[in-house]
């Protein structure tokens, strides 16, 4: 057992440096493999967080397909997470919302980030209350609905402003897309 999660520590080191460097394709075969040896383990948890991992890999690559598998496993493990299994409900559905909305498809992604919100309301966590409200600022930009659109991005910036969050690179990537679209609303 002691020999599983050392492998796992030792593989997540390889995987956090293929990440920084933006090798996803290679990546994506040390996920499985700690995949692969968690089964040794049963924990639910490094379970969710990979399956994630794998969905966030194969979103970057665009095999959008393989990365809905990916977030909808994060769906059924989920229900053995207990006390987290909100928080990778809304992780998951952040997933299958950005996915979908790459593909084209805005009413699906739409579907699962209201899933998202729900979930949001009850976690307290400020980072993936942001990622909700990004996600869905950015939808309505998508959908042509530019006004909701900035309304959701200034409450996502206004999250991070309230928790001295201002001069993340979040923040200024926020600041950046709000500007950008009233500059589009003043040209039409």
């Known amino acids: 057992m002691e020999k599983i999660k050392s492998e796992i520590e030792d593989l997540k080191e390889i995987c956090i440096d293929l990440v920084v460097k933006g090798k996803y394709n290679n990546v ?12 040794g383990l049963e924990d639910s948890f490094i379970e ?47 997933g299958l919302g950005d996915v979908h909305s790459i593909k084209g498809n805005l009413d699906e992604a739409n579907l699962y980030y209201d899933k998202a919100l729900k979930l949001s309301e009850n976690i307290k ?30 409450d996502a910036y206004k999250l991070l402003e309230e928790n001295s969050l201002i001069d993340t690179l979040k923040a200024k990537g926020i600041k950046k ?9 003043n040209l039409i």
């Open 28 to 39: 994506i075969n040390y996920y499985k493999k700690i995949l692969e040896l968690n089964k």
């Open 177 to 185: 897309n709000i500007e950008k679209a009233e500059e589009y609303m």
């Open 48 to 94: 969710a967080v990979f399956y994630n991992n794998l969905g966030n890999a194969y979103k970057k690559i665009g095999e959008n397909d393989k990365a809905i598998r990916s977030y909808r496993k994060i769906v059924y493990i989920s229900e053995n997470l207990d006390e987290m299994k909100d928080k990778f409900l809304l992780i998951a559905y952040c």
């Open 125 to 154: 966590e400020i980072g993936l209350k942001f990622q909700v409200y990004n996600c869905i600022g950015l939808l309505h930009f998508d959908m042509g609905e530019m006004e909701k659109g900035i309304i959701w991005l200034r």
